[in-house]
T-cell receptor
Framework: DGGITQSPKYLFRKEGQNVTLSCEQNLNHDAMYWYRQDPGQGLRLIYY???????QKGDIAEGYSVSREKKESFPLTVTSAQKNPTAFYLC???????????FGSGTRLTVV | AQKVTQAQTEISVVEKEDVTLDCVYE???????LFWYKQPPSGELVFLIR??????QNEISGRYSWNFQKSTSSFNFTITASQVVDSAVYFCALRGGSNYKLTFGKGTLLTVNP
């Protein structure tokens, strides 16, 4: 079955360490997105990519980095510069000629 | 700029009650798309409905119905005869026709008690 796989589901890191969250899709979608969710804050866009080797900052890109070397993959790195990294991270994808978004099951990152 | 407001932070009902979740949006785009998503405790976002700005026809799907009114910039969601399994966070979202960003409201936590 086609879908988006985010791994791992739970991730713990020490403060000051970079960590990379995985997002893989087999839907052949062109566009991919990373959202961050905090309690009571809804979802906020971190980065998005419409095609391979191209990506744009969203509303809260500071302290994060991404790459899009393959159509299927859009990993997110949470760097030590992100001041409040503990959150729930959701990856999504969309075919450019379709307005529906498909979401992964998320990764809950806890920085201690 | 796009904005989605879900004024109800939490709603608690008893099973079989009807419940309406409110959503008000702002956009300068003349063409736009509105969405409702459900987020159960497991965390994934489940797509419920998409509505185009040029289609104001309201929709009913089983126990779910949606009321889209451009005049008041609202896209409300009603669950009829609520069930415990409806307990979740519900998000309203907006995508303007001129960009690729999906803007979410802060969500409404619905708790349906037996």
């Amino acid at each position: 079955d086609g879908g988006i796989t985010q791994s791992p589901k739970y991730l713990f890191r020490k403060e000051g360490q970079n960590v990379t969250l995985s997002c893989e899709q087999n839907l052949n979608h062109d566009a991919m997105y990373w959202y961050r969710q905090d309690p009571g804050q809804g979802l906020r866009l971190i980065y998005y990519s419409q095609i391979v080797n191209d990506f744009q900052k969203g509303d809260i890109a500071e302290g994060y980095s991404v790459s899009r070397e393959k159509k299927e993959s859009f990993p997110l790195t949470v760097t030590s510069a992100q001041k409040n990294p503990t959150a729930f991270y959701l990856c999504a994808s969309r075919q450019t000629d379709n307005y529906g978004y498909t979401f992964g099951s998320g990764t809950r990152l806890t920085v201690v | 700029a796009q904005k989605v407001t879900q004024a109800q932070t939490e709603i608690s009902v008893v099973e079989k009650e009807d419940v309406t979740l409110d959503c008000v949006y702002e956009t300068r785009d003349t063409t736009y798309y509105l969405f409702w998503y459900k987020q159960p405790p497991s965390g994934e976002l489940v797509f419920l409905i998409r509505r185009n700005s040029f289609d104001e026809q309201n929709e009913i799907s089983g126990r779910y119905s949606w009321n889209f009114q451009k005049s008041t910039s609202s896209f409300n969601f009603t669950i009829t005869a609520s069930q415990v399994v409806d307990s979740a966070v519900y998000f309203c979202a907006l995508r303007g026709g001129s960009n690729y960003k999906l803007t979410f409201g802060k969500g409404t936590l619905l708790t349906v008690n037996p």
